[in-house]
T-cell receptor, first 114, second 113 residues
Framework: AQSVTQLDSQVPVFEEAPVELRCNYS??????LFWYVQYPNQGLQLLLK??????LVKGINGFEAEFNKSQTSFHLRKPSVHISDTAEYFC????????????FGKGTHLIIQP | NAGVTQTPKFQVLKTGQSMTLQCAQD?????MSWYRQDPGMGLRLIHY???????DQGEVPNGYNVSRSTTEDFPLRLLSAAPSQTSVYFC????????????FGSGTRLTVV
């Protein structure tokens, strides 16, 4: 079984400032890693994913994440946020070779302040 | 492509009523799953399917049934609704569990009174 911990339930950031949303995971087997974004009253949209290879992954809307196996982390970053980035962000994992879908963290609400 | 379509978008039920949440995908995905989203809890897996005729339980299956008679459809049935099942329900599909990433529907907001 896997678990995902998102250390911050809310992160307030000023517009045009950088942001980092933290995610740590626990698993006894190899996993794939994902970040999803949920805008108000909408479904989830895939931001980026780590499957293998380069540990720095670039996604949509200027976001990137770095996989750190020794620290079992997959933190999400953006160098300059915009008001439109206000949303809920979810980190998730799935087991390599498994079949039982995604295990999610509890989410981080990114609040962009003008 | 429509992607993953969920109906209805909103539903109010009385305690004890039953209903079916519909989920359909047109991407020929083998993997489908149902999640519920509650404030501060993230998304939790209810049931999943790896293909037509094959289903299994997730983290929170009690009070829900599923079936998968076709690749396209994966309905979720509430047998006897309870207030604890008030939640937002998401259906998702993927062509495999090998890191393809899941496509999510827009959700069904269910209130049980």
């Amino acid at each position: 079984a896997q678990s995902v911990t998102q250390l911050d339930s809310q992160v307030p950031v000023f517009e045009e400032a950088p942001v980092e949303l933290r995610c740590n995971y626990s698993s006894s087997v190899s996993v794939y890693l994902f970040w999803y974004v949920q805008y108000p009253n909408q479904g989830l949209q895939l931001l980026l994913k780590y499957l293998s290879g380069s540990t720095l992954v670039k996604g949509i809307n200027g976001f990137e994440a770095e996989f750190n196996k020794s620290q079992t982390s997959f933190h999400l970053r953006k160098p300059s946020v915009h008001i439109s980035d206000t949303a809920e962000y979810f980190c998730a994992v799935s087991e390599v070779g498994g079949a039982d879908g995604l295990t999610f963290g509890k989410g981080t609400h990114l609040i962009i302040q003008p | 492509n429509a992607g993953v379509t969920q109906t209805p978008k909103f539903q109010v039920l009385k305690t004890g009523q039953s209903m079916t949440l519909q989920c359909a995908q047109d991407m020929n995905h083998e993997y489908m799953s149902w999640y519920r989203q509650d404030p501060g809890m993230g998304l939790r897996l209810i049931h999943y399917s790896v293909g037509a005729g094959i289903t299994d339980q997730g983290e929170v299956p009690n009070g829900y049934n599923v079936s998968r008679s076709t690749t396209e459809d994966f309905p979720l049935r509430l047998l006897s609704a309870a207030p604890s099942q008030t939640s937002v329900y998401f259906c998702a599909s993927s062509y495999s569990n090998e890191g393809g990433g899941y496509t999510f529907g827009s959700g069904t907001r269910l209130t049980v009174v």
